[in-house]
């Protein structure tokens, strides 16, 4: 009696779709706008700033100078499976020159943008990375830092919001005076954003199926 064993039947076929091809789709990048924006003054610790078109950014170096540290808080809803996610910034510097600028993590997100000041204002709970932004001109241009670990991390843990601190973390010789001025949502154009890119889609198909714009076609 020829007895067949009872998984013959899946094992050629199996076989005949070991031989496939991947097709990864192409990563589109995605953006997040602030639901709230502002910065805090050390010269002005009870003052709110949070309707302001600029986020402005400094560390008190000279007599008569404040110290500026810039807040934003994005919604996480529509991030998901993402492989990159960057602050991105647009604004100009005071003056010409080289400013360092560092992004920190910030676990309050309960602050209000136009109640925070610097008395109130919620602590950094990380440095995430650190730039250093050579000014050859005082017009705006755009400044990128890398926050992914950080709003993926929050991402996973269920929150809804990340809040990110942005901070002058050394002064330059010859730069004390020197400070950013990013714009804030309240602006018209170039308002801040997170910009995350998906992981790539992967789909397989079997070995000589057709592709074409109306989908796969099966040989």
């Not at 804030?184 to 992981?199: D, G, H, I, K, M």
């Amino acid at each position: 009696m020829n007895i067949q064993h009872p998984l013959g039947a899946m094992a050629t076929c199996c076989a005949l779709a070991a031989f496939s091809s991947t097709v990864l789709s192409q990563p589109v990048t995605n953006r997040i706008a602030p639901v709230a924006d502002a910065y805090v003054r050390s010269d002005i610790p009870t003052s709110n700033f949070g309707t302001f078109t600029n986020v402005w950014v400094r560390t008190n170096a000279v007599a008569g100078s404040a110290t500026c540290r810039g807040y934003l808080k994005f919604p996480l809803a529509t991030l998901s499976d993402a492989s990159s996610v960057s602050l991105r910034l647009f604004g100009p510097m005071q003056y010409t020159g080289s400013v360092i600028l560092a992004a920190c993590s910030v676990a309050d997100t309960n602050w209000a943008e136009t109640g925070i000041t610097w008395n109130n204002q919620p602590p950094a709970s990380n440095l995430l990375t650190t730039t250093t932004v050579n000014v050859t001109d005082v017009a705006g241009h755009w400044y990128e830092f890398d926050v992914s670990s950080f709003v993926k991390g929050e991402r996973a843990a269920g929150r809804n919001f990340a809040t990110l601190l942005l901070v002058e973390p050394t002064i330059l010789t010859g730069n004390t005076a020197n400070y950013a001025k990013t714009v804030s949502r309240e602006f018209t154009v170039n308002q801040p954003e997170l910009a995350w890119v998906p992981l790539p889609t992967v789909r397989i198909y079997a070995s000589g199926t057709t592709l074409n714009e109306g989908g796969p076609t099966s040989p």
